[in-house]
C-alpha cells in the first residue's frame, strides 16, 4: 500500500511542469522569510491578507460571471461590524466568523437581485447604490458599528505571529474553496452566464440562480476577509477601511492583478496595501518621495496600463514567465499533432460509444417509440412578425431528418421553440412529454440536445471545460456539496471526466482536451460542439449548420460522422443545413421552411425538386434557369407534397411484408440507391427508424392551415 502511494506521488511529481515547480518553491521561500519580519509587520501582512481575501471574493464575480461590484468594501464592512456584534456581545469567536460570513453573503445576494433583470454597467449602479447607503446609513450607526464593544482574540492567537499563521489559513481555505468552486458545476455553469447566458440553459445551467449564488459567495469569502479584520483590531471605530475609494481600489487589485488569477491578485494585494506601508518615504536622486501619497498614483497608471497593454494582468505576466521556462527546461521532443480531428480506432469507437449511451434516466423516458419529437401548430412571434407559422412536423426514431430552407426561413427558431428560448404557441412534444411552458434548464435532462449556428460554447476555456459544461444536467449534486466535496462529489465528478474522455476520443479529439477553444479553428470548435452534445447522453441531436465555414471534403467527412452517429450512438438527428447535397446524401426525410411556413416535406431528392424549394433558395431567375428540370410526379397531398399520412397508408402493406428494411441512408451505404425509395417516382421513401414499428398518422398541415398569417 505504501509502496503504491509512493509511486503515485513520483508519478504526480514527474507530471508536473517546471513553472509549477518553480511557483512553488518561490512561494514557500517568501513565506518562510515573512517569518523573520517584526511583530509590526506581520500585524501589517495580516490587514494586506485581509485585502487580498476581499479582492479575491471579488474576482469571484468579475471572472466567473462578468459582473462588476462597486461596493465590496460596503460588503467587508458587513462582515467586520457583524463578527464585532457577536463577538462583543461575548459570542465565542467561532459563530463570530461564522456570523459575519452568513450575513454578507445574504447581503452580497440581496445586492445582487437586480442582476437578475439588468446587467452590464447598471449592476454596477445598483451595488454603488448600496456602497453609498451603507457608508451614509448603516456604518454611521452605532448599534451596527459595535461602539463600545471590543472583540478579544482567542487565546491560540494573542501574539501577531499567530494571527499571521491564522491568516494564512483563512487565505488557504479561500483558495481551497476557489480551486473546487473552478472544478465542479457551478463554477463552469457560471463562466456559462458570462459567456453565452441565454444558450446556457440547454446545458442544464439556470442563469438566475447562478448569478445570485455567485454574489453570496463572493459575500461570504469578502465576509471572511472582514472577520479577519475585526479579529485583528479588536474595535472599528471608523468606517474608513469600508469607504467607495477602498472598493474602487479593489477593482484596480483585481484588474492589475488579472481577472481569475489568484496569485496576480494576492501580489497587487501585496503592491498596493503592503508596500506603502512597509516603504513610508523612497529617496531618489535626493528626493524624497512619500511612498502613501504616491501609491494611488502608481495604481492608477498600472490600472490604465494593464487595460491597455495588459489585459491579463500581472497572472498574464506569470503565465507568459511559465511558458517560457517550460519551453526551456522541457522543450518539445517532436512537432504536435495538428490542432483538428484524428482518425478513431473502429473498436475502441464502438467501445466509447457504448459506455456514452449510459445514462440516468426515468424509465418513461426510456421506452422505445414511433416518434420522438412531434410539433403540432408550432407559432413564434415576435411583436407583428411570425418567425414561425403553424408548422407540424414529426421526428421518428432512428432517423435523419433535415431542415432546409433560406436564411430567415425560421429553422434555427424552430430549434429555439424546442430548446425554450422562444416564445412558442401550439405543442412540442418529445417522447410524449409536453415541452411548451416547461423551464429550459430542464429540457436537457429529457434526451434532448443541439448545437449552435454561432457557437454556444465558452470559447476562452479549455475544450475539456467545454466538454464538462454541457453535462451538467448529469452532476446531480448542489454547488455547496460540489465546493466541499460531499457525498458522491468527488465519484459524480471523476465519471464526468470520464465521459468527457470518451467523447473527446470518440471525435478524435483527445489531444486537444486542455487546448484553449477560442485558439483552434474553426471547423474544429464545431466538431467540439457536436462532442460536447454527445458527452451529455441524447437520444436526440439536434445540430445547427454543423458545415457552416467547411470546405467540400470536411462537409463530406461531417456526413460520415452524422451516420456514424446514428448508427454507432443509435441517435435521431435533426439537421438544419444550406448544403443540399449533404442532406441528399445523409438524411432520411426533409422539411423546407419559407418565411416560418412548411412549404414542403418528403424525400431529400423530392423536396429539393419542388419548384417552390428551388425558388426557396435560388429566387424567382435562379428557378426559372432550371425550368427544363422536372420535379419526379407525385400523389398530390396540397402544396407541400405527399404526407407522411398518405405515404404510410402507401406503405403499410410492403411494412409488414419487410419489416426488417431499412432506409435510405443504409441503402447508401451498401452501394444501393443513392436517393432512397422516393427517387424513382417521387413519392414517400423506405422506412429508417427501428425494424417493425407502424408509422402513425401523419401530422402535415392542410392548405387552409398554410393560409394562415
Known amino acids: 500500500m505504501l509502496r503504491r502511494v509512493v509511486e503515485r506521488a513520483r508519478i504526480r511529481v514527474a507530471a508536473t511542469s517546471p513553472s509549477r515547480t518553480a511557483g512553488v518553491v518561490a512561494a514557500v521561500a517568501i513565506l518562510l522569510w515573512s517569518f523573520t519580519l517584526s511583530d509590526v509587520r506581520l500585524s501589517i501582512l495580516v490587514g494586506v491578507i485581509g485585502a487580498a481575501i476581499a479582492a479575491l471574493g471579488l474576482d469571484v464575480l468579475v471572472a466567473r460571471t462578468g459582473q462588476l461590484s462597486l461596493a465590496h ?81 482567542p487565546g491560540f492567537i494573542t501574539s501577531d505571529i499567530r494571527l499571521y499563521l491564522f491568516a494564512l489559513a483563512a487565505l488557504a481555505i479561500v483558495l481551497v474553496v476557489r480551486w473546487r468552486l473552478a472544478v465542479t458545476r457551478a463554477g463552469r455553469a457560471f463562466l456559462a452566464v458570462r459567456d453565452v447566458e441565454a444558450r446556457a440553459q440547454c446545458f442544464g445551467v439556470e442563469p438566475g440562480s447562478s448569478k445570485l449564488l455567485a454574489y453570496a459567495i463572493s459575500g461570504c469569502i469578502v465576509g471572511l476577509g472582514g472577520a479577519l479584520l475585526a479579529i485583528k483590531e479588536g474595535s472599528i471605530s471608523a468606517k474608513d477601511p469600508f469607504v467607495l475609494l477602498e472598493s474602487l481600489q479593489l477593482v484596480a487589485i483585481v484588474v492589475i492583478g488579472g481577472a481569475g488569477s489568484a496569485t496576480g491578485i494576492v501580489i497587487a494585494s501585496v503592491l498596493f496595501k503592503g508596500v506603502p506601508q512597509f516603504i513610508s518615504k523612497i529617496s531618489i536622486f535626493g528626493l524624497h518621495i512619500s511612498a502613501t501619497r504616491w501609491v494611488p498614483i502608481i495604481s492608477s497608471a498600472l490600472l490604465v496600463a494593464a487595460v491597455v497593454q495588459q489585459p491579463e494582468g500581472i497572472g498574464g505576466v506569470l503565465r507568459l514567465l511559465g511558458r517560457r521556462i517550460d519551453k526551456r527546461l522541457r522543450p518539445s521532443t517532436g512537432e504536435g499533432l495538428p490542432p483538428r480531428p484524428q482518425p478513431t480506432d473502429p473498436v475502441a469507437a464502438a467501445h466509447n460509444a457504448a459506455a456514452l449511451r449510459d445514462v440516468p434516466r426515468p424509465f418513461a423516458l426510456r421506452m422505445p417509440v414511433p416518434a420522438l419529437l412531434v410539433g403540432h401548430e408550432v407559432t413564434v412571434q415576435y411583436g407583428g412578425v411570425f418567425a414561425l407559422s403553424d408548422v407540424s412536423l414529426e421526428v421518428r426514431r432512428g432517423e435523419i431528418v433535415g431542415l432546409i430552407g433560406a436564411n430567415g426561413a425560421g429553422k434555427s427558431t424552430f430549434f429555439n421553440a424546442v430548446s425554450g428560448l422562444a416564445p412558442v404557441r401550439g405543442s412540442i412534444r418529445y417522447r410524449g412529454v409536453e415541452l411548451v411552458g416547461r423551464a429550459p434548464s430542464g429540457r436537457s435532462a429529457l434526451g434532448a440536445a443541439r448545437t449552435f449556428q454561432d457557437m454556444g460554447l465558452v470559447r476562452a476555456e479549455t475544450v475539456k471545460e467545454n466538454v464538462l459544461l454541457a453535462q451538467t444536467w448529469l452532476s446531480g449534486y448542489g454547488p455547496v456539496a460540489g465546493i466541499f466535496g460531499l457525498g458522491a462529489t468527488l465519484w459524480r465528478e471523476r465519471d464526468l471526466r470520464r465521459r468527457a474522455d470518451l467523447a473527446l476520443a470518440l471525435f478524435g479529439l483527445e489531444h486537444l482536451a486542455d487546448e484553449r477553444l477560442g485558439d483552434l479553428p474553426y471547423g474544429t470548435m464545431r466538431a467540439v460542439e457536436i462532442a460536447s452534445a454527445v458527452a451529455a447522453g441524447p437520444d436526440l441531436l439536434m445540430l ?95 402544396p407541400g407534397g405527399p404526407s407522411r399520412r398518405r405515404r404510410d397508408r402507401a406503405q403499410r402493406g410492403s411494412d409488414e411484408r419487410a419489416p426488417e428494411r431499412s432506409g435510405g441512408a443504409q441503402r447508401r451505404r451498401q452501394g444501393g440507391d443513392p436517393v432512397g425509395a422516393a427517387a424513382e417516382g417521387g413519392g414517400p421513401r423506405g422506412r429508417a427508424g427501428a425494424p417493425g414499428l407502424k408509422r402513425p398518422a401523419g401530422t402535415k398541415r392542410s392548405a387552409k392551415q398554410k393560409a394562415k398569417p
Open 544 to 638: 445547427d449548420e454543423a458545415s457552416a465555414g467547411l470546405g467540400p471534403e470536411e462537409a463530406h467527412a461531417l456526413g460520415d460522422r452524422f451516420l456514424a452517429l446514428r448508427d454507432e450512438l443509435k441517435l435521431t438527428l435533426v439537421v438544419i443545413e444550406h448544403h443540399v447535397p449533404l442532406i441528399a446524401r445523409v438524411c432520411d426525410y426533409a422539411y423546407c421552411l419559407e418565411s416560418g411556413a412548411l412549404i414542403a416535406e418528403g424525400a431529400p431528392n423530392y423536396v429539393t425538386s419542388q419548384p417552390q424549394v428551388v425558388e426557396s433558395f435560388l429566387g424567382r431567375g435562379g428557378a426559372a434557369g432550371r425550368s427544363q428540370a422536372k420535379a419526379p410526379k407525385a400523389p398530390k397531398a396540397g
Open 73 to 153: 468594501a460596503a460588503f467587508l464592512g458587513v462582515g467586520a461590524f457583524t463578527a464585532l456584534n457577536i463577538g462583543g456581545r461575548n459570542g465565542p469567536w467561532p459563530l463570530a466568523v461564522l456570523g459575519a460570513v452568513a450575513a454578507t453573503g445574504a447581503a452580497a445576494a440581496i445586492v445582487g437581485m437586480p442582476s437578475l433583470r439588468i446587467r452590464g454597467l447598471q449592476i454596477a449602479i445598483t451595488t454603488l447604490a448600496f456602497q453609498v447607503m451603507a457608508e451614509n446609513f448603516l456604518f454611521v450607526r452605532q448599534d451596527f458599528t459595535a461602539a463600545g464593544k471590543t472583540l478579544e482574540r
